[in-house]
């Protein structure tokens, strides 16, 4: 299949850097919807959305907005990204998730994580001494609920299930993939069960994490999986505009001022400077960030490193301006997208061709 | 105004592409971003041979005692050396062997280091922060320990580096400015 790029958002609500006032929830709501028509007209592969409870996320709720996005769409994936199973009921994000399949004729996905939030657990009434628990115990009886209808189930994090009739059905296998921040025990989990695996580079050198992906697929091998069948994706931040000089200056601001709304030390937002900014373009930094030629590059760098399968990028993070953000997403799916599909597939077809001489 | 404040860097590698000289130039311009200064770095590497080969300071070349004065006189010190086996390199402490004994007294000195892994971390509070609390120097609270994977090359890359360096460096410049006010008046007879 061919490599996947696509698009990622939390519907941040930063203070604008010139005027210091954050949008109000319902524009960015709005915003994101007309983001992910663009990004569908533009051929990108995947939009998706975080699920946050905090007031400065306009997202809590992943499958209502990309309901949304299913109506104003045609062929692109809508996934959460992540949706914070730990806190939440798997029979009944498994009810979402499968109603937006039926709705968008079969491109829902989850993306399920423990999240990097913990405001969600005592707004659900759950303990964060549960943490682990929780994940494990839930992500199991989600991936029974794709298996099996009617569903037994028992666990120790929810009542149990005696042949629970789990409805609607979707038509196919709803794509599950388990979310993972650098901790070799959730790769090993994973790969023990066989999910695909979305990876957040959040920043700094992504070749560190290629001890991980290596892990992933050793560990699905000696679990008795196909290394191979199983998806990888990489997230990382990033912008892309017609030149490098252009991608910075726009975003930077806008990243500066989310990143000091969620990344705080002693009780404060600490900045993130512009050299610091700068360094996550350069080749060896993990954002997606430059001019579409650089983007480009980077990605198949990346490729050639952990042979994944799709790349999301959290663009404009900190709510660059709308205008600005569909220019970055057209060049994304007009610039980009045809590069890098045609450049790795043509380095699978000669990988194929060596290894079967 | 004030004066700029006088900044040193000692930077404790031994040769010339260097990740602790990267980092120390990183803290100068952060620095540098907040308040007006002045910027020396001492590579000690280019002291050889006469650093090395120097027992007493008054073996020391005119350029080797150049650098032992301006680390005496600096209104704030950047200490940066690399982690060889286990702890500062050799020719780092050879260097601050020099160093007059209470010259650094009332000197506020921010510790940072480099090491091949996260395992030398503590490099900073029980290697650098033991010696110049014998030279009685105002050792910044926050220390910055890099390990490679935070660079590319000479890049610094991980975003919570710098994140460290802005707080490392909030808190030592209205130290540093404090206390270089002291020393001048101290200096100036009245």
Known sequence: MAFELGILHFGELAPDPHTGRPPTAGTRLRELIEQAKVADEVGLDVFSVGEHHRGDFAVSSPAVVLAAMAENTRSIKLSSAVTVLSSDDPVRVFQQFSTLDLISGGRAEIIAGRGSYIESFPLFGYDLGDYDELFSDKLGLLLKLREENPVTWQGTTRPALRAADVNPRPERELPVWVAVGGSPASVVRAAQLNVPLALAIIGGSYRQFAPFVDLYREAATKFGHDAGALKVSVSSPGFVAATHREAIEISHPYFESGWMANHHQRGRGVPMPLAAYEAQSTRAGAFFLGSPQEVAEKIIDQWELFHHDRITIQLGFGDVPQKQMLTAIELLGTEVAPVVRKEITSRQESAAKAGSR | ?190
């Open chain 2, 1 to 190: 105004m004030s004066a700029p404040l006088r900044v040193v860097a000692v930077v404790g590698t031994t040769g010339p592409v260097s990740k602790t000289k990267a980092l120390a130039e990183l803290i100068i311009s952060t620095l540098a971003a907040r308040t007006e200064i002045s910027a020396e770095v001492i590579e000690i590497h280019t002291l050889n041979p006469a650093l090395g080969a120097a027992i007493e300071r008054g073996q020391l070349d005119d350029r080797a005692e150049a650098a032992v004065r301006a680390v005496e006189t600096a209104d704030l010190l950047i200490a940066a050396t690399p982690v060889f086996r286990g702890s500062y390199s050799g020719l780092f402490k050879h260097f601050f062997d020099f160093v007059d004994q209470y010259a650094l007294a009332e000197t506020p000195v921010l510790l940072a280091a480099t090491g091949g892994s996260d395992r030398h971390a503590l490099v900073i509070d029980q290697a650098l922060r033991p010696l110049f609390g014998f030279f009685q120097a105002w050792t910044a609270p926050m220390g910055v320990y890099l390990s490679s994977g935070d660079f590319a090359g000479t890049t610094v890359l991980n975003p919570e580096a710098y994140e460290r360096i802005e707080l490392a460096v909030d808190d030592v410049v209205p130290v540093a400015r404090l206390l270089a006010t002291a020393r001048r008046e101290a200096a100036t007879p009245a």
